[in-house]
């Protein structure tokens, strides 16, 4: 008879993240520590849907917590959304014995995670997306890591747009959600920061305020421009048109989404990982992992989709009021 406490399996779903590995690497080691048998399902829910589930050892999350990426894959599955998708799922995991499936990955990874937990498979999810833009916690694993790689990039841009006496309009990652592009906004000190919650879409309030950045002395400037605004080739074209200042647009894309997690990213996702075992091990069924007031705790799911966030008033009116002199 096998001494396991039962079956956890893991597995990455929708857009990677870096810190992912280090939150993998500590579910299956606190798994493996508190007498549970872990699984990795490889390519996120398509992995249950062809089998692709393999037993991890301690030494198997080895050597992986300094990388980006997930080393067991990701996608995005269509066979999975529909609910006969989801029903298929849930008893090839009780075929398998998995009890408890722990999902790392965003608001449309956690989407089907609650749809299926109603068919029996317990679900403990971990945020995981560059954008934070999950309502229930204020961290997302790889947020972290994305700021940092564009604010190095944007640091750069500066640099040639202060050569070149150039407007640049620097676009980052964040498709409905601005957080990547105020964290820039304010950490590379941008002239502007267009986010999709935020932006009134008055390009002429916009030109104005460029002609007069440069009328009180400004040579160059940045624009940081959120996805979720997008058009930054078209911007760029339009700012050059009324302003006659040399205007280039650079899309930072999924850089963003790679490179080595900075320490923030792999402790919390490690925390968080954790944090995850820990409530499978107390009994607690279909709960999503986070971090409030600075802390890890957990939600129900179904709580934590009733939940709303938008970027804060006051940090916003910061950014602006950074951004520009008074005239
Ligand atoms: O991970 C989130 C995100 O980076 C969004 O900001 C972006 O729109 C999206 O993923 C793009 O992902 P993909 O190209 O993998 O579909």
Redesign the pocket.
């Known amino acids: 008879m096998s001494n396991s406490k039962g079956k956890i399996a893991i597995l990455t779903s929708?857009?990677?993240?870096p810190g992912m590995n280090a939150a993998i690497r500590a579910v299956v080691r606190s798994g493996l520590s508190r007498g549970y048998e872990v699984y990795g399902i490889v390519h996120g829910y398509n992995g249950i849907l062809n089998h692709e589930i393999k037993k991890l050892s301690f030494e198997d999350v080895s050597e992986k917590i300094q990388h980006g990426g997930t080393f067991l894959f990701t996608a995005?599955s269509s066979e999975f959304r529909p609910m006969e998708g989801k029903m298929k799922a849930a008893k090839i995991c009780k075929e398998i014995g998995i009890e408890h499936l722990v999902v790392i990955g965003?608001d449309g990874s956690f989407t089907g995670a609650k749809n299926l937990s109603k068919f029996g498979v317990n679900i403990i999810g971990l945020p995981g997306?560059?954008?934070l833009d999950i309502a229930y916690t204020e961290y997302t694993i790889g947020f972290d890591t994305a700021v940092n790689t564009a604010m190095e990039a944007i640091d750069k841009l500066r640099e040639t747009s202060n050569s070149h006496d150039r407007c640049s309009v620097v676009e980052v990652?964040?498709?409905s959600a601005g957080y990547i592009a105020l964290w820039c906004g304010i950490a590379n000190g941008a002239e502007q920061i267009l986010l999709p919650e935020k932006f009134d879409y008055d390009y002429v309030k916009l030109i104005d305020q460029i002609k007069k950045n440069k009328e009180v002395g400004k040579t160059h400037q940045i624009i940081v421009n959120a996805?979720g605004v997008g058009h930054s080739s078209e911007l760029a074209e339009m700012i050059e048109n009324a302003t006659g200042i040399e205007t280039r647009a650079t899309i930072l894309g999924?850089v963003?989404?790679g490179g080595t997690p900075t320490a923030r990213d792999r402790v919390y996702a490690s925390i968080m990982g954790g944090y995850a075992v820990k409530i499978i091990d107390e009994g607690k069924k279909n709960r999503l992992v986070g971090f409030k007031n600075g802390k890890v705790y957990d939600v129900d799911i179904m709580e934590a989709f009733s939940m709303t966030k938008t970027i804060d008033d006051f940090d916003y009116e910061v950014a602006l009021e950074l951004a520009s002199r008074p005239s």
Request: without cysteine; proline residues 0%; charged residues 40%.
């Open positions: 929708g857009g990677d993240a995005r965003g997306t560059i954008d990652m964040g498709r996805e999924h963003q989404r």
